[in-house]
């Protein structure tokens, strides 16, 4: 049995990209990956400083570019309206990063239809 994600059959997903944009090589490689995001998603936001409130926006999946820290620091910047996010790893050894940005391109048509 297969798990759809809460968006499955209402459209398009509504999507926040997250990072630290001070780590080196991050905004290069988010925006060569932006294009794919945008063509399968309605973002909502870009904020690769941790500025935005999460909190008040209404958005599906988070995907955060970075480490097992951005991805920590994109959950406490959410506050108590946690959401789903796909960790896209930049970096050493991590834990909670699921997809180098390679495997994402692979992955992002499946996620973006609630796979």
Sequence with gaps: MTRQAAWAGRGLPRIVVLGSGERPGLIAEA??????IHSLA????VDFQFLVDLASLDFDLAIVFGGDGSILRAARQMGRRQRPILGVSLGRLGFL???SPEDFVAAWPGVAAGE
């Design 42 to 45: 309605d973002v909502r936001a």
């Design 31 to 36: 925006e060569k990956l932006l294009p794919a």
């Design 97 to 99: 990063a699921d997809l």
